[in-house]
């Protein structure tokens, strides 16, 4: 049984509410904080935990809040990025749902550390109910004096907005989400100049994922140097991972980081193996963006070693061989599942979500969509799976924001691991309609990899 | 300077512009959609991709977008490498899934910019195979077409309109790949400057309605370059014919007047060429037959143009040739400016300020460059957009420039630049009398009385120059004076700006004052005055008297024969002035294009050459001499130049049988001799026998189509192509091909670049002037040593009058132009009469928007719907100047309300 430091008291009755929350232990991080610490001494312990952007990108939090500009004058902002729309990710969802004022605590604190009076949390418009949640625990937090004017008696004002989104995937880009904030249209920025130094309403602005704020607490609580000591590596901390797809227990985990992803998938305290006895074909471990893994090289890596969940870990190989641990989305798919489908799923998600700023994300995007759609639906060419390879290698690294990425890499390790069920499905374009591909040879170490 | 290798070769470029800037300026041709140098890098389109290399050993490289990525010395970088073309091949063919074939059907076609780019990349065959996305298209006005389906989603229109040009009502909706470039429903574009749309988009989405009306490809049209003359900017164009029509107006780049935009009135005013309303023939009035040749005319002019006294009345519209010629026929003495007295009394100002040459003129691009802008009573929205434009970019540039200090962002990066300077903007300060679309993008914003805004003027002076007279001003003006006197007094290039539009002297003596007190304390300081019509300066700085002399000269003297030049009287003097004179004269030889209400008058009407049929030298608002050439011989071949007329009728005055032609130069030559202060004028332009190589210039380009087949409905013996004995051009295709020298460029082209943005290869570097750039001559020269002598004499602050009102004109982009106002689209767009008055005048009356009000004018009695404006000052009443049914020339009158319905 792993460490439990987000959700451990995510399931007291009555958590939700402001006195169960306090009565467990709740804002004790915010009186540490604020009466025991300066602003930058928060930074320091941060920065010490290790603390790793929980949002996919696993930048170091610590190191960001240190980039935030702060010149005289200039107000600046805190924005919680909790516009998760990443498919297969619902940590977020969960824990504003089940423990409100775990993030709250963490916003506070953290707002502290970076200067922020006004800190705004900007929520994917389809979490209309939480919004309700947030809201509800916000005044909870006010009306005990958390939230206000001199907080504590300290002289640290601040106040938390909720923001909801109109439900563009784009929006979770944190230069677009910004733009989204002022009231303009979602589309990204160009960096420079970054939101340290020039984010919300021109001022310099840190935006952080909910789970990384919410992380701010324990860290807090126990220290950075004792918080990095769970888990393994530079994946410090714990993370919570949401599993779905074929699993007999899908839900939200908080794993420390020092299991195996076999282990996370087969064993009863976490998924619960795959539901009827199948076996695993497939699995997303990091949310729909990053590349889908077979079976055989997601439990062992290429070198043969097992694969554990982190970041290092989930990594190795690179994207030949290997994925990412991105949001912690954990998709799994049965031997029951099409790959083929699985990616048109994907793709006309992202063609849908990209926002039509720049040419190869808006028309690529498109076009691999209707390429896949008539690949699963028999009327696919040989030939329109190099082209699919070809146009998502022009999309890679060439776009203004990570979407073009995001779009490219699925289609991109779908083709790489999975070409000869998209031959499959143009050869048999009947047999495609009436029954799955099914596992093949997929235990061969690295078959069609070695071929792309 | 910085020295890059380009595919191992090595070039010296200029530090500081970006890549994709580079490679164009270096001639290297490089693929691109979403840069535009106006517009900056915004990197969307990915079309402009180049490998660039760690150093001369890296062989793997990394794909950069040229148009983001700066100079840097020693930087290496390759256009020709094989991943960087199938990239951009690769883009063009994602831009082409949606696009659809329509090449042949779409007026784009052989001037679009996707085409030449599809084409540059190699990009040729198909992979795609599904159905293309289609939208429903808009009705935008008159003037734009438009057709979503060709879109390649540039984003220019957008980031031109919006950004560029501060229209609110175009913009960019939906996401991914259905984004569409609209308006939020279906309407009028509000911008005056939505033309630009047509050159800005690099494919056939917003296309020229008036064109499209009378479509000709681009390669097919005889064109000349030519000067707009629908307000006194001098906007440089290039004027489009094929079968003795007018098609179209388009762009013609000069880096030092009008850039690379143009506003609507200038682009699509141009109709009245081939307006139903023209004057075809010669006409003797009162005789059986009316209309006469030639020779029958001339016979008839034999009795009126001698044993009569000649009165010559000029024109603000008609070229420097025309008025010269006309005075040189009548005598100087007997040449009058076609204006009444008190426009000649601001001109005659305008022209000696700026003769004095204290203060240089303001060209728009020292606009443009400027960090701080005053304007000073005049409505330059309305009465010369382009300039309101170019103040725009003044204060945009000047945030920009403020929020890059000590940045490591360039000043092209255009996305960036807006996200550093979000609302931040340059100093301007709109002192007018109404509001203004430039309200909005000011710092400080005034609305006076001319008068009062006089007085502000000199008490700013006052603030930079402590030695001036002290102004009295009230505390609602006196602090914004401190304001713009402070910012001022920290510009480097200060520019002001002031006119001619509320026909109030002072205000001229007032920014000259301002102007001159920042000479102090700035490095270089600008003064530019608008003039009411595209040649007032010009007629002007010919010093004659205004037409209220003539009227009194004709009431003394008998047996006058009036000669009225291009100028319809009724719209520049009040009716009953008009009158007066044509009663007192015995005959009226009038030359004119159109039929007005002075042409009625005529008992010897001449038709005139319209701009596009003459050849001619406008002066605009800065004393900058253009010339404007022919675009083509109408077939009526009545249709003659003005000045060719007038030179025609010498020898007949003379009585002298030597009949010869003349040339623009020689009337020109003749101007300098008649008049020292117009010499240089002749410099204008290269003379007629100019030629590059022993060539000729040809108007049309090579591929110019069915020159034979033309006629053939007429005759199958293909005619003599027209000679043209005035300018280095030639009617045809024949003569020089390559690139003439600036003020001789009929058409941009290159080979590969069949669209506007062949401009590049004129261009010393993207954005920067023309190669050897001509751009007119100025005739006002900068003295830099001349001392400023200060007007003193400050006006008295206006006072409301009990129930009466200052009636001032209201211009109207649309409608106050004499000429434009016969186009079509124009008049649509052109309001209908009303009077506009201030909340405060209209709360005790109980007025309404709507209620009609009857005033009387002149002993004319107008009703007219009343619009409420709360910007109006009290106790002044503004009325659209130039509509047809308006008061002209009653302004700064005082008027008073008969009655009110209602």
């Known amino acids: 049984m792993g460490r439990k430091l987000l959700l451990e008291k995510a399931h007291v009755p009555g958590i939700r509410t402001y006195e169960v929350y306090r009565r467990e232990g709740g804002y004790r991080s915010v009186e540490k904080a604020l009466k025991t610490m300066t602003p930058d001494q928060v930074t320091e312990e941060v920065k010490k935990s290790g603390l790793r952007g929980r949002g996919g990108a696993g930048f170091p939090a610590g190191m960001k809040w240190s980039f935030l500009a702060k010149p005289e004058g200039v107000p600046r902002y805190l924005v919680c990025n909790a516009d998760e729309s990443e498919p297969g990710t619902f940590k977020d969802r969960y824990l504003m749902e089940f423990i409100p004022h775990l993030l709250v605590e963490g916003l506070i604190v953290a707002s502290y550390a970076l200067g922020s009076n006004k800190t705004f949390i900007y929520i994917r418009g389809e979490y209309a109910w939480i919004v309700d949640i947030l809201e509800q625990a916000i005044a909870e937090a006010k009306n005990n004096g958390w939230l206000g004017k001199n907080i504590l008696g300290t002289g640290f004002d601040l106040e938390i907005y909720v923001q909801r989104g109109a439900g563009a995937y784009i929006c979770g880009e944190e230069t677009a989400l910004l733009e989204s904030l002022e009231g303009k249209r979602g589309n990204p920025r160009i960096k420079p100049p970054f939101p340290a130094v020039k984010g919300l309403w021109d001022s310099p602005t840190v935006v952080n994922n909910v789970e990384t704020l919410a992380a701010v607490v324990p860290i807090i609580n126990i220290g950075g140097d004792e918080y990095a000591k769970i888990g393994v590596g530079k994946s410090t901390g714990t993370k919570l991972i949401s599993a779905c797809g074929n699993i007999n227990k899908p839900g939200v985990y908080e794993i420390d980081m020092t299991i195996s992803v076999e282990e996370f998938i087969y064993s009863d305290e976490y998924c619960g193996g795959i539901p009827d006895g199948k076996r695993l074909k497939a699995c997303i471990p990091g949310g729909s963006s990053v590349p889908i893994l077979p079976a055989n090289l997601l439990l062992k890596t290429a070198k043969g070693e097992k694969r554990m969940m982190n970041y290092e870990s989930l990594s190795d190989g690179g994207f030949a061989t290997g994925t990412m641990m991105g949001s912690g989305g954990f998709i799994v798919l049965d031997e029951d599942q099409c790959v083929v489908r699985h990616t048109l799923t994907l793709a006309r998600f992202y063609r849908h979500e990209s926002c039509g700023q720049c040419s190869p994300c808006r028309e690529g995007t498109g076009w691999m969509e209707k390429i896949l759609k008539n690949i699963e639906y028999g009327k696919g060419k040989k030939s329109d799976i190099d082209l699919l390879w070809d146009i998502q290698r022009k999309i890679e690294g060439n776009t203004i924001c990570p979407l073009g990425d995001a779009a490219a890499w699925p289609v991109a390790a779908a083709i790489r691991h999975f070409r000869d069920e998209f031959e499959w499905h143009v050869l048999y374009p009947n047999a495609a309609q009436n029954r799955n591909y099914g596992l093949a040879h997929y235990a061969d170490p690295l078959p069609v990899a070695a071929k792309t | ?902």
């Open chain 2, 1 to 902: 300077m910085s020295t890059i290798y380009i595919d191992n070769k090595q070039y010296e470029v200029k530090a500081g512009k970006n890549l994709l800037e580079a490679c164009l300026g270096l001639g290297i041709d490089l693929p691109y959609f979403c840069w535009h140098p106006a517009l900056g890098s915004v990197g969307a389109c990915r079309q402009c991709a180049v490998k660039v290399f760690k150093d001369e050993n890296d062989t793997h490289g990394r794909l950069v977008m040229s148009c983001m990525e700066s100079i840097r010395d020693g930087l290496h970088l390759s256009v020709s490498d094989k991943t960087a073309k199938a990239f951009r091949s690769q883009v063009i063919e994602w831009l082409m899934t949606n696009h659809p074939h329509d090449c042949p059907v779409c007026d784009e076609g052989g001037s679009c910019h996707l085409q030449d780019m599809t084409v540059m990349t190699g990009h040729d065959y198909r992979r795609y195979h599904y159905k293309k996305r289609t939208y429903t298209n808009q009705y935008l006005g008159p003037f734009i077409h438009h057709e979503m389906n060709r879109c390649i989603q540039c984003y220019r229109c957008v980031r031109y309109y919006h950004e560029y040009a501060g229209g609110k009502d175009l913009n960019v909706f939906a996401a991914h790949n259905h984004v569409y470039f609209g308006r939020e429903r279906d309407g009028i574009l509000e911008s005056p400057f939505s033309g630009n749309l047509v050159e800005v988009c690099p494919t056939g989405v917003f296309t020229d309605k008036t064109l499209r009306e009378h479509y000709t490809r681009k390669w097919d049209l005889t064109t000349a370059p030519s000067v707009c003359n629908h307000c006194s900017v001098g906007c440089n164009t290039i004027a489009g014919e094929r079968y003795g029509q007018l098609r179209c107006i388009t762009n013609r780049y000069n880096s030092q007047v009008n850039g690379y935009f143009l506003c609507d009135r200038g682009r699509f005013g141009y109709e009245f060429v081939n307006s139903a309303n023209r004057i075809t023939q010669p006409l003797i009035r009162n005789r059986t037959v009316e209309a006469v040749d030639e020779a029958v005319l001339m016979d008839h002019l034999r009795a009126l143009l001698t044993n009569h006294t000649l009165i010559g009345i000029g024109s603000p519209r008609a070229s420097m040739e025309s008025n010269i010629a006309l005075m040189q026929l009548v005598g100087k003495e007997n040449f009058y400016q076609g204006i009444s007295d008190n426009a000649v009394f601001v001109e005659k100002r305008i022209v000696e300020v700026m003769q004095s040459g204290v203060i240089k003129t303001a060209s728009l691009h020292d606009i443009q460059q400027s960090d701080a802008i005053v304007i000073l009573g005049e409505d330059l929205w309305n009465t010369a957009p382009v300039m309101a434009l170019a103040v725009r970019q003044g204060v945009m540039k000047t945030a920009a420039h403020q929020a890059l200090q000590n940045r490591a962002i360039a000043e092209w990066h255009d996305a960036a630049v807006k996200e550093l300077v979000q609302q931040e903007k340059g100093f301007l300060a709109n002192c007018t009398v109404s509001s203004s679309p430039l309200d909005e993008i000011s710092s400080s914003v005034m609305h006076k009385a001319p008068e009062d805004l006089a007085r502000l003027g000199f008490a700013i002076a006052q603030r930079l120059n402590m030695v001036l007279p002290v102004v009295q001003l009230n505390d609602d003006m006196s602090t914004p004076a401190a304001v713009i006197a402070a910012a001022l007094q920290k510009a480097k290039r200060p520019v002001i700006i002031s006119g001619a539009g509320y026909y109030n002297e002072a205000l001229i003596r007032a920014a000259f004052d301002i102007a001159a007190a920042c000479k102090a304390t700035a490095e270089e300081v600008h003064l530019a005055y608008v003039m009411p019509e595209c040649n007032s300066m010009g007629l002007a700085m010919m010093q004659a008297s205004g037409f209220e002399n003539a009227v009194l000269r004709t009431s003394r003297v008998n047996n006058v024969t009036a000669i009225v030049l291009e100028n319809d009287l009724y719209r520049n003097v009040p009716a009953q002035i008009a009158d007066v004179f044509f009663n007192n004269c015995q005959h009226c030889i009038v030359l004119d294009s159109l039929h007005n209400a002075t042409t009625q008058h005529a008992d010897v009407l001449i038709p005139a050459a319209s701009f596009a049929e003459a050849d001619g030298t406008l002066v605009n608002y800065e004393g900058r001499a253009q010339r404007f050439y022919q675009v083509f011989v109408p077939a009526n071949k009545n249709m003659q130049e003005s000045w060719k007329w007038l030179m025609k009728m010498q020898p007949v005055q003379t009585g002298s049988a030597v009949e010869r032609s003349y040339h623009p130069e020689e009337v020109l030559a003749m101007g300098e001799q008649l008049l020292p202060r117009l010499s240089g004028i002749t410099a204008v332009a290269p003379p007629r026998n100019f030629r590059v190589n022993g060539q000729p210039l040809p108007r049309a380009p090579h591929r110019y189509s069915g020159r034979t087949a033309m006629l053939s409905n007429l005759t199958v013996s293909e005619p003599k192509p027209k000679q043209d004995y005035d300018s280095p051009f030639t009617f045809t295709m024949e003569g020089y091909s390559g690139m003439p020298p600036s003020p001789l460029i009929p058409f941009f082209w290159s080979p590969g670049w069949n669209s506007n943005q062949a401009v590049n290869k004129y261009q010393e570097e993207p954005g920067g002037s023309l190669k050897n750039e001509h751009a007119g001559k100025l005739l006002f020269e900068y003295k830099q040593d001349a001392t400023p002598v200060y007007f003193k004499d400050i006006p008295e602050a206006f006072m409301v009058r009990h129930e009466k009102w200052l009636l001032l004109p209201q211009y109207e982009v649309f409608g106050s132009e004499e000429l434009s106002a016969y186009s079509k689209g124009i008049s649509e767009l052109s309001p209908s009469p009303y009077a506009a008055l201030s909340q405060l005048d209209a709360d005790p009356l109980s007025l309404v928007n709507g209620s009609l009000i009857t005033v009387k004018i002149f002993e004319q009695v107008y009703e007219l719907p009343v619009r409420i404006n709360a910007a109006i000052p009290k106790g002044v009443m503004l009325m659209p100047a130039g509509l047809a049914g308006m008061p002209v020339m009653a302004w700064n009158s005082w008027v008073q309300i008969i009655s009110i319905r209602l």
